[in-house]
């Protein structure tokens, strides 16, 4: 099995509804991401995939969590914006951007330094 990881970010303000303690205020992170995609084969370049389609892909869903008030958009409407539920949304949404023959192996999604939340399934 073959694997390649891609970092990306993005700014994004939040509260966690029902939380009691600092984080049901309005709040704001730079979060990262870690994108991990496998492959049990390597195409006829000897890659999973090309890093430029899958930061592309990355791009393309993050586009819409970056300066936004996380807890507005549709997705978060019923479900807290959590690190934990961000990472599998992004899992969920960059997984249906992959070409033929390769899968997400996980989602890592860091809130601050020391603390992430991953997804996989």
Known sequence: MFELSIHRDFAAAHNLRGYAGNCERLHGHNWKV????????????????????????????????????LNELARFQKRNPTTENIASVIFSEVAQKLPRGVSLAKVTVWESEGCSATYSE
């Open 34 to 69: 870690e994108i991990v995609i496998r492959s049990e084969a390597l195409d006829s370049l000897g890659m999973v995939m090309d890093f430029r389609e899958a930061k592309k892909a990355a791009d393309a869903v993050l586009e819409e969590f970056d300066h936004h008030y």
